[in-house]
């Protein structure tokens, strides 16, 4: 295996012309929200499904929740907790999803709800006990401070989470174990067939959470948000794409084929992590690894593919990783998509200093200080850009 070098010069990133999402292939360029709805945005979901993220597999033929626990003063009193485990059967097998759920007590009417897809299993996201362990799981280290479940219950919101290695464990041989046993023959999840994605299956999680969320009275459906960190910052993005349900996403830390713009040399590369993590990408995506700017989309267009609904995309000031210039440099050009729809997203900007967030009435950015990791300040900055966008 070849070593990718990596550039963190930002006079070496380089200054390539981004594609316009509004150029058609064919000719002819978008003017209205009706042609972007109609023309051409399906064509831009399209070559994003086929060379970066692969195909998210449908909703299960059957799903048939069962609740595994229910504790009604849960966080002192605060919040109901609930563990609830989604039995899924499709065409070729079954499969069960863990979910756990929090609601708050002090809240009467219709809340908003936040959904995401956690890194070390249920029982890491909380400080509370019993928690059951996540089954593809071997170690749930502690995790509460990504989910601040009892800042997000303070403000009015539902939480609902579940482990990724429960979607598609997070390793090149994870396919036999993941949702694609529902709808492949075991001959079909191989190492080698890498259109079943992992960043797919994790999306596909996401819309089973707000399949859940929905059915509970107490939460407003048409504000549920999906929020994700890292790899699953860009699962979120993904999965607001293709479920046009959720009422926004955040994207915490995403970088390289996340919200971090494809054609700059800064961080982690196309060529760096098609090599590291072949699993999470189709191999179509193998053939630009040397040549990002031949991609015919860049991730400005990820973030538009959610318009008119709003986006959230965060940085750290020692994530260089993830190249925090380009997450921002993507979010103010979605602004050319955010544009057809009466909204600038944050066009005027500039790159901003740490904790000093921009908000756009569409799409938001803002620069933490620290690393590359979620924590209070990050979701103070989520709830704030929530309730500014928020229009139910």
Not at 134 to 141: D, L, Q
Not at 175 to 188: C, G, L, T
Not at 194 to 212: K, V
Request: some cysteine; glycine content about 8%; charged content about 25%.
């Amino acid at each position: 295996m070849s070593e990718v070098a990596i550039n963190y010069d930002e006079s070496l990133a380089g200054d390539h012309p981004l594609p316009s999402a509004l150029l058609r292939p064919t000719g002819g360029r978008v003017s209205s929200a009706v042609e972007w709805y109609n023309r051409r945005r399906p064509e831009i979901l399209a070559d994003f499904e086929r060379i970066m993220y692969g195909k998210i597999p449908p909703r299960p033929e059957t799903v048939r929740p069962e609740r595994l626990s229910e504790v009604t003063d849960a966080l002192g009193g605060k919040a109901t907790r609930r563990e609830i485990r989604l039995h899924m059967e499709g065409p070729c097998g079954v499969h069960f999803l863990d979910i756990l759920w929090y609601l708050p007590n002090h809240v009467n009417k219709p809340v908003g709800a936040i959904a995401g897809i956690n890194f070390q299993g249920n029982a890491a996201c909380t400080d509370e006990d019993g928690i059951r362990p996540t089954v593809n799981f071997k170690s749930e280290a502690p995790q509460q401070h990504r989910w601040q479940i009892p800042m997000l219950i303070d403000a009015g919101f539902s939480v609902a989470t579940c482990c990724r290695n429960d979607l598609f464990p997070d390793r090149a041989d994870g396919r036999a174990e993941s949702i694609y046993k529902m709808f492949h023959p075991a001959s079909e999840l191989g190492a080698a067939n890498r259109d079943l994605t992992a960043i797919s299956a994790w999306a596909f999680g996401c819309s089973r959470l707000l399949d859940l969320l929905e059915t509970e009275p107490r939460i407003d459906a048409r504000r549920i948000w999906v929020h994700g960190h890292s790899r699953l910052g860009k699962t979120a993005l993904w999965a607001a794409a293709n479920d046009s349900r959720f009422a926004g996403a955040v994207s915490n830390d995403s970088g390289c084929c996340g919200a971090a713009l494809d054609r700059r040399d800064f961080g982690e590369t196309i060529a760096k992590i098609t090599e590291t993590f072949p699993w999470w990408f189709p191999a179509a995506l193998d053939a630009y690894a040397e040549t990002p700017a031949a991609l015919p989309f860049d991730q400005h267009m990820l973030i538009g593919l959610i318009a008119p609904r709003p986006v959230l995309v965060a940085s750290a000031t020692e994530d260089l990783w993830a190249d925090p210039r380009g997450e921002f440099l993507s979010a103010r050009a979605a602004g050319e998509i955010y544009r057809l729809f009466g909204s600038d997203g944050i066009s005027g900007c500039e790159f901003p200093a740490p904790e000093t967030p921009v908000f756009g009435d569409g799409v938001g950015y803002y620069l933490r200080t620290g690393k590359h990791d979620v924590t209070a300040t990050d979701w103070k900055f989520v709830l704030e850009f929530i309730r500014r966008t928020m229009t139910v």
